[in-house]
């Protein structure tokens, strides 16, 4: 890729301005194309101030053939710049995200995830004629089926309190400082979360990966990838989104480009059997464990790093699927022990003293 692309906006249509950069040279798009919403009239909030919508003329096609054709050319040439082992996101709306799922299937791309993003505070639906429409939904796909395309899984683990990250992602809506005003309206209808775009980038890129974004709007890709030490190229037609979207991200100062900050874990972390607590003395036998911190609900640890709780006896795992009714348990998260202060913390920390073979650490945990 030549440096002349690389942290640039560049203004134009992004179907022409794709034809211009080279071949296989972008490891992750993130695209947020037009929805065609297709509105036919105004929309006012019952104290009568208006919706500040999506009627541009960005927005507007002349039907669903003309929509289909113009998705159809977009996420062709965003396949030829993509690097064989490289990433689509594409996020939309009831309006659009079904039609654009099924082009890029048959384009050849591979679905890997749909995932919604749960708005915790979404706009009603003032006039009560449907659902309050309260998510949007995101494509992930591969270039094709057997790709070997980037997923950083523990990070996403790690950033989820140790829970694998689940396809529901309840984030609220960009508003407060971080939505760009322009004479105390909203710069542009769409802007995005940078919160979504931080879940996105993080799971599916590494520092140094390229982003493409095809349709920038406001920069909010680029603002992220900045951050997280990932090269970007934004395209977006409009002259007063380009303006912001440069201004936006020449004012960001990443706090840190040094590869061992910005890298993630990428391998699963030594497996750790609960006995080793036993013998590194973090745990006595016969001590006391907490299951999700309800200091009514104890078992006692026995000498081979089982648990025994009302006569019943098993692995840390299977005492807490146990007391959960039959559920699957990680026990590692459900049980809780006594600190020499008397607080109660999840045995995890304690894990995480063995795999860094620190003991000493273990009054911080
Ligand atoms: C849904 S908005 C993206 C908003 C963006 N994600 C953000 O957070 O600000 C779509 C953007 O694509 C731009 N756009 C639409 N068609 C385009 C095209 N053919 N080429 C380049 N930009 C286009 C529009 O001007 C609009 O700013």
């Given at each position: 890729m030549s440096d002349k692309a690389l942290d640039q906006v560049l203004q134009g249509d992004s179907l022409e301005i794709m034809e211009d950069l080279p071949s296989e040279s972008i490891d992750l798009v993130f695209a947020d194309p037009p929805y065609n919403l297709q509105l036919s009239q105004e929309l006012y909030r019952p104290n009568m101030t208006r919706v500040e919508g999506v009627d541009a003329d960005w927005d507007r096609f002349d039907g669903f053939r003309e929509y289909d054709d113009f998705t159809r050319a977009w996420l062709s040439g965003c396949r030829r710049l993509l690097r064989d082992d490289g990433g689509l996101w594409v996020i939309g709306t009831y309006h659009n995200i079904h039609r654009v799922g099924a082009i890029l299937q048959d384009l050849g791309y591979w679905i890997l995830n749909d995932v919604l993003w749960v708005k915790a505070n979404p706009m009603p639906n003032?006039?009560?004629?449907?659902?309050?429409?309260a998510h949007e939904i995101l494509i992930w796909a591969s270039k094709n089926k057997k790709a070997r395309y980037t997923f950083n899984h523990h990070a996403m683990k790690s950033l989820n309190g140790g829970k694998q990250m689940r396809s529901d992602w309840y984030l609220p809506l960009c508003t407060g400082s971080e939505r760009i005003k322009r004479n105390g309206k909203k710069a542009h209808a769409t802007q995005k979360p940078e919160a979504l775009l931080y879940r996105v980038l993080l799971a599916s890129t590494d520092p140094g990966d390229v982003v493409l974004d095809p349709f920038f709007g406001t920069g909010t890709t680029g603002a992220v990838a900045k951050r997280l030490g990932r090269h970007w190229i934004g395209i977006e037609k409009e002259a007063r989104y380009v303006e912001i979207a440069r201004k936006r991200i020449e004012a960001i100062t990443p706090d840190s480009v040094e590869p061992e900050v910005l890298n993630v874990v990428r391998e699963r972390p030594p497996r750790v059997p609960f006995g080793k607590l036993l013998e590194a003395g973090l745990l006595r036998p016969g001590e006391e464990l907490y299951f999700r911190g309800d200091r009514s609900l104890t078992a006692k640890v026995k000498p081979d790093g089982r648990l025994r709780i009302n006569g019943f006896e098993g692995s840390i795992h299977q005492t807490g699927s146990h007391l959960a009714g039959g559920s699957p348990c990680n026990g590692w998260v459900h049980w809780y022990y006594k600190d020499g202060e008397g607080q109660l913390r999840v045995i995890d920390a304690l894990r995480e003293v063995v795999r860094k073979g620190d003991p000493d650490r273990v009054t911080a945990a």
């Open positions: 003032f006039r009560g004629t449907r659902f309050t429409n």
